[in-house]
């Protein structure tokens, strides 16, 4: 079976982010985080449900929320109002 694996992500803040796959999808995903618990970095082969292949990569981060780490990676939310980084908003 071909492992499927949709990531949706959030489109603001507070909203919720979704991760759909099959077995073989979601099976791919386990293994990738296992690895990444294990090593800082795990990832997976996988397709989205067009056939299009994609790699699918788990990190490890484990530095406070208010780390300098943190506050240089884009935030996750796909909706434009959301993407800010500027605290006074």
């Known amino acids: 079976m071909i492992p499927i694996v949709h990531v949706h992500p959030q489109a603001w803040w ?3 982010a979704t991760i759909v796959g099959n ?6 995903l386990y293994e990738a985080v ?3 618990l294990a090593g800082d970095v795990g990832t997976a082969r996988v ?3 067009d056939g299009e292949g994609y ?3 788990v990190v490890v981060r484990n ?3 208010n780390d300098a780490e943190w506050e240089k990676k ?3 939310y796909t909706d434009e109002m959301a993407q800010s980084t500027d605290k006074d908003l």
């Open 23 to 28: 077995t073989a999808g979601l099976r791919a």
């Open 34 to 36: 296992t690895a990444a």
């Open 63 to 65: 530095a406070d929320l």
């Open 74 to 76: 884009a935030l996750p």
């Open 47 to 49: 397709f989205a449900a």
């Open 55 to 57: 790699a699918l990569t």
């Open 14 to 16: 507070h909203a919720p």
